[in-house]
């Protein structure tokens, strides 16, 4: 089957160099043979595009949309479909032929290099797109099979869109990476998306003890909502006493730097700690140990159908943490997002 793809004029919120997000209107290569051309029905925000915010880039990553235009080469989808855009790999190199597209070798580039794996962009000069395979600030963008997940045209894409990359994160930690087992016992710090997301596959996963830490009374009462049995107000001076030892796993989502310290007391021997904020991998003392995760460990295309499929069995109520902003206030959202006042903001066009 030949297919016909086209340059398409889009509106995409570009950063100016006060670090504003204004709406353009750009003209957009045509797919190359392996892109999917998406019109955007909804984007999630995530801290980490609050990181990027430099003169000429389109960010956005947590993007849900419909296929618009179809590449020769590509045979996941079809125009109509509707889909869940997650993080970008090569689906060339060994750790991606090896199911663990996670650890793409060229997972830099492709998803904070601001170009395509051949090092081509779609956008006008000045402009910088693809971010995570994405830039999903915008009314349409090229994604990849790679980063794309299909799903039933009847599923809320606007409750969805925030799946593919802060609470695959959280939850794919839990699920995947640690695997948490019926009866263990775990601590999050910190209970933004990836930390709540967390609780709640914690929750799925039949954990014993899952204690929230946070200095956000309101978050807390949510955590508890969602599955925590115990949250404890990291602000108040009993913090450290009202802590319980001999945990099997400690999830730090806030990179503080005196947590460390605080996982060595609390964790059990052979323990892990794992950290979501950027940090490698180490050895802490009495065989417990500390390592990074990037998106969980997770495929997208295997994991987001699980957590939209616990998500319609109510096990993971995604809408609770989800504040929605049409795009015109996408400065708002990102404002709010940096400085706490929302959980998850989800951008919607209509
Ligand atoms: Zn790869
Ligand atoms: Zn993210």
Redesign the pocket.
């Known amino acids: 089957m030949t297919t016909r793809t086209q340059p398409r004029k889009v509106k995409a919120a570009v950063v100016n160099r006060h670090q504003h997000l204004s709406f353009q209107e750009l003209q957009l290569k045509a797919p190359h043979q392996n892109e999917v051309g998406v019109k955007i029905v909804a984007c999630g925000i ?4 609050l990181g990027f915010l430099s003169e000429g880039s389109i960010l956005g ?2 993007g849900a949309g419909i296929v618009e235009q179809v590449g020769s080469a590509v045979t996941a989808v079809k125009p109509g479909d509707h889909v869940l855009l997650s993080y970008q790999s090569c689906g060339q190199c060994a750790p991606c032929h090896d199911s663990q597209p996670f650890n793409c070798q060229h997972f830099s580039k492709l998803n904070f290099g601001f170009q395509r794996l051949d090092g081509s962009s779609a956008y006008p000069d000045g402009v910088q797109g693809h971010f ?1 395979g994405q830039s999903a600030f915008a009314n349409y963008c090229l994604v990849t099979e790679q980063n794309l997940v299909k799903i039933a045209p009847e599923l809320p894409l606007e409750v969805l869109a925030p799946l593919g ?2 609470m695959q ?1 959280g939850a794919g930690t839990v699920l995947n990476t640690l695997k948490v087992k019926a009866g263990e016992s775990l601590m999050v710090m910190g209970t933004g998306a990836v930390g709540l997301a967390a609780v709640m596959a914690a929750k799925i996963a039949g954990a014993k003890t899952i204690i929230a830490v946070d200095r956000d009374p309101t978050r807390l009462a949510l955590a508890i909502k969602l599955g925590a049995t115990e949250s404890i107000n990291s602000d108040e001076e009993n913090y450290l006493a009202t802590l319980c030892p001999h945990l099997d796993y400690v999830i730090d989502t806030t990179g503080i730097g005196h947590l460390d310290e605080l996982a060595q007391e609390v964790l059990k021997e052979g323990g892990t700690l794992v950290r979501l904020t950027g940090s490698c991998g180490e050895t802490l003392t009495r065989g417990r140990k500390a390592i990074s995760v990037v998106q969980g460990d997770s495929v997208a295309q295997d994991f987001l159908p699980k957590l939209v499929e616990y998500w319609q069995q109510g096990r993971f109520p995604v809408e609770q943490l989800i504040t929605y902003y049409h795009f015109d206030d996408i400065n708002r959202a990102l404002k709010e997002a940096h400085n706490g006042k929302v959980i998850k903001p989800v951008l919607v066009w209509d």
């Open positions: 995530c801290h980490t595009d990553h947590e995570f990359c802060g994160t």
